[in-house]
């Protein structure tokens, strides 16, 4: 009983200041390369992805909006860090990568481009390798901006950038498709329909998207294990493609919402950091929301991208400006890295309300947009439900019930709403502590079109 008191009283002891200051230092300097790492991968993403969709960004553009009331605390350490863009030639081709220093004893962080593959970012302290010359691919022309005739529609979508949906809310751009027809669509100035943005967990449904792709060739079965765990008679064995779509695998993950910084701006692999979490609870009891289960999801189909990889479905589409981006090892980051304009995630939202069919072509199988907008797993406590990659807007009043959409970080929308036939996509770079009302928003639009 006393060793038991002893040992209680010694946890109990307060730690050493020492090693508190120590801790803080090394938090400190954690924090500062992440937040290089964020902004090497940012400038690359942004200014080449551009580049290659045949439109421009600049360093300060970026400065601007993506790197500007972005996470505490890399948002106090992002502006102070000096960078660097190398171009493959003096003749102005692509990004060759993108460096920011951040110790005075350490490489910078590195973001490396690779034209069609977007920008990966490299490992802290690692340095690129000698590369091949970048060339700029050409563009594919793009058709004008397509101005609403009706005011009724004009005027929502105006709403679309004003205060109206969230106080401190940036929108970037906004557009409404109805029966495969562009309404309208709208570009905050430096933007366009040729500018991509980072999609974040947009790029959730994405994934969902190419493991439909998978199922309707008959390469997977989204109810086979998706194989994790390190033996056979491990438990995780049990956990299934459809428990992580539907965000249900029951695996820990370490913060709300499951924080994938290291893989994100530390340049960790997916490997390294998604699949080895424990299991927790019984596979389809519990939703946690989870990066981890998106990133094993396609993780599980990944023998498939020798033969299909993500660029041929884009191509498939039409969505030549997507880019889906990898860690440095190549292994794609559907959770969150993609890069997408605004009528390309339209084309993703007309692929559902089509039923999975392209241009005559079955791209997913029959049946998997009601797949993918069912509930059938366990659900979030919040305003929206869960399917399989997509959110529900079956709690939205004034909704139709069948809505459902792909959502991301900073306000990335696509809502899909197929008893209208209509597809609503509104980008953004909000920052945390704003939110845009995409239900009020969406209520707005359908309003709208009636009149």
Not at 233 to 252: E, N, V
Not at 387 to 397: D, M, Q, V
Request: glycine content about 10%; some cysteine; charged content about 20%.
């Amino acid at each position: 009983m006393i060793r038991h008191l002893i040992a209680a009283a010694a946890l109990l002891a307060p730690v050493p200041a020492i090693a508190q200051s120590q801790q803080e230092a090394l938090d400190a300097r954690y924090d500062r390369a992440l937040a290089a790492g964020y902004k090497a991968l940012f400038l690359c993403s942004a200014i080449a992805n551009a580049e290659r969709a045949g439109a421009e960004r600049t360093p300060e553009s970026v400065m601007q909006w993506e790197l500007t009331g972005i996470q505490a605390p890399l948002d106090g350490i992002v502006g102070e860090l000096p960078y660097e863009i190398v171009r493959a030639d003096e003749g102005g081709a692509q990004v060759r990568h993108v460096s920011v220093a951040w110790a005075e004893d350490m490489p910078p962080r590195y973001a490396v481009h690779d034209t069609g593959k977007g920008c990966a970012l490299l490992p802290i302290g690692s340095e690129p390798s000698p590369e091949q010359a970048v060339t700029r691919q050409e563009a594919h022309p793009s058709a004008p901006i397509v101005q609403p005739k009706a005011a009724a529609l004009a005027a929502a979508l105006d709403r679309g950038f004003s205060p109206s949906y969230g106080e401190g809310a940036r929108t970037t751009a906004v557009l409404v498709r109805r029966r495969g027809d562009t309404l309208g669509e709208r570009y905050v100035e430096g933007f366009g329909p040729d500018t991509p943005q980072r999609t974040w967990s947009v790029a959730k449904s994405i994934a969902a998207t190419l493991i439909g792709a998978a199922v309707e060739r008959r390469d997977i079965d989204v109810a086979s294990s998706a194989g994790l765990g390190l033996t056979d008679i491990d438990p995780r064995r049990t956990i299934t493609i459809d428990h992580l779509l539907r965000m249900a695998s029951g695996r820990y993950s370490d913060t709300p919402g499951n924080r994938t910084d290291p893989l994100y701006f530390g340049g960790a692999t997916v490997g390294e950091r998604a699949a080895v979490w424990p299991l927790i609870h019984a596979p389809g009891t519990v939703y946690r929301y989870a990066n981890n289960d998106t990133l094993m999801a396609v993780k599980a189909i990944e023998d498939t991208f020798t033969q299909h990889p993500s660029a041929e479905l884009f191509a498939r589409l039409g969505m030549h400006d997507t880019v889906a981006e990898t860690d440095w090892q190549g292994n794609y980051i559907l959770s969150s890295q993609v890069w997408s304009t605004a009528r390309d995630l339209a084309t993703l939202g007309q692929l559902y309300l089509d039923g999975g069919v392209w241009n005559g072509e079955r791209i997913l199988p029959e049946g998997w947009t009601r797949y993918v907008s069912s509930p059938s797993g366990p659900q979030p406590d919040r305003d929206f439900g869960y399917g399989a990659g997509f959110w529900l807007f079956n709690k939205s009043e004034g909704v139709p019930a069948d809505t459902f959409a792909a959502m991301g970080n900073r306000g990335q929308y696509v809502v899909i709403v197929p008893s209208r036939e209509v597809v609503i996509v509104r980008r953004g770079e909000d920052p945390p502590g704003s939110g845009f009302d995409i239900a009020a928003f969406t209520r707005d639009v359908l309003a709208a079109l009636d009149n």
